[in-house]
């Protein structure tokens, strides 16, 4: 297998290919309209079923009819779009189908822009339609991350019959990268014994969301959970960097992730003991890694393309032991690594403390510096 220079969208709607995707719903909106526009060539070619739909309403009801043969099914879309699905993807989890969903996140509230941004984390991790369940959430830093993940995407929203979510912002979905693409998986011919499959033969199916009995919805919503931690048990993904002796730690995810890493780099060159972590499972989120650092590290800084979204999940995980600090840029501004570079120096230098928010003091000095 060679690398060849690829954009993030293509690469995944690509990669979906390879994987077995065999139906795409979808609407275009910046920045993730490459993809439906790769596959919207693509997936006529191989036989397989294309549809752009007339809204992202249409799209996602048009996945759940999908997903309920038990076919290979994905959508994608931006912010707004994906705003647009909750309804759809509530539905989707109430009834236990696999799904893929990508979203590439822009920048917000309302229709923002069409810059990166990374505003979509409580959206996704923590929100989702109306109802309790959870989303599986991977969270990629470069093209090959995203080709790789997805093909996981796939394999996990099967396993565990639910949707698996691609948050990538809008960076990893426009950026060229070599990339090294699988090769192609068989389409799976047997009919999973949960699926529809039509009327004329066999018994009788009926895939639904609706329960009205109150017991019986209590136990729908046991087994979802019942499932949830089975996830939490055996899907977490993280990378760590330098963290064998480090005194501080950055948790940064996808693009914030990336630029973090620079800037630990460099700080290792000027003799701070830092290092990294990155979460790859946004959900489930990796809480016990950063149990284990708590017990060693001096403090946290987290990164992000946000207002401090992460973080909460962060500071709930170190549950106030030691300090935990935060830098985040909004709106689709893409930090620099000489700012999270300038974080780091002084999470090293200058007194910390576990009391107050640390949003209040991110927010102090964001201001001062940009009025």
């Known amino acids: 297998m060679t690398k060849e220079l690829i954009k993030g969208n293509t690469a995944v709607a ?11 719903f979808g609407y275009p909106i910046t920045p993730q309209t490459e993809l439906l526009e790769h596959l919207s ?44 699905m909750m309804e759809g993807l ?33 959206q996704i991790v923590h929100g989702g339609g109306h109802g309790d369940y959870r989303l599986i959430v991977l969270a990629p ?26 948050m990538m912002d809008g960076s990893i979905g426009q950026m060229m990268e070599p990339a090294e693409l699988p090769p192609f998986q068989p389409l799976k011919e047997e009919i999973p014994a949960w699926a529809v499959r039509g009327a004329k033969d066999g018994e009788k199916r009926v895939l639904t969301s609706i329960n009205l009995d109150p017991p019986t919805q209590e136990v729908m919503n046991l087994r979802l959970m019942t499932t949830w931690q089975k996830i939490e048990a055996n899907e977490v993904r993280w990378k760590g960097y330098h963290l064998d002796d ?22 290792r060159e000027q003799g701070i003991k830092v290092g990294l972590l990155r979460p790859i499972t946004l959900a489930p989120f ?12 001096k403090a946290f800084l987290v990164v992000e393309m946000n207002t401090g979204q992460m973080l909460e999940d962060v500071r709930l995980a170190v549950r106030g032991r030691k300090p935990v600090e935060f830098f985040g840029r909004m709106g689709g501004v893409v930090p620099f ?13 200058e007194p910390q403390t ?12 964001l201001t001062e510096t940009i009025g």
Not at 291 to 296: A, G, I, M, S
Not at 337 to 349: G, K, M, Y
Not at 354 to 365: K, Q, V, Y
């Open 14 to 24: 690509e990669a979906a290919l390879r994987a077995g995707l065999e139906a795409y």
């Open 246 to 267: 480090a005194e501080y730690v950055v948790v940064g995810f996808g693009t914030a992730g990336r630029i973090a890493l620079s800037a630990v780099r460099a700080a």
């Open 337 to 349: 690594p000489d700012e999270v570079l300038t974080e780091i120096r002084r999470l090293a230098t």
């Open 286 to 297: 990796p809480a016990e890694i950063l149990d284990e650092l708590t017990e060693k590290v």
């Open 90 to 122: 509530s539905y989707i989890a109430g009834t236990e189908v696999p799904m893929v969903l990508v979203d590439v996140v822009r920048g917000g509230p309302g229709l923002g822009n069409i810059a990166p941004a990374q505003g979509d984390y409580n």
């Open 141 to 166: 830093a470069s093209v090959q991350e995203a080709v790789d993940l997805t093909a996981l995407a796939f394999d996990l929203a099967e396993k565990y019959r639910t949707i698996t979510t691609i």
């Open 41 to 84: 060539a693509r997936m006529p070619e191989l036989g397989r079923a294309f549809v752009q739909a007339e809204s992202e309403l249409g799209a996602i009801n048009m996945v759940y009819g999908a997903a309920c043969t038990g076919k290979r099914v994905m959508t994608s879309s931006s912010s707004p779009g994906v705003s647009l």
């Open 354 to 365: 576990t009391a107050g928010h640390p949003r209040d003091r991110w927010l102090a000095r």
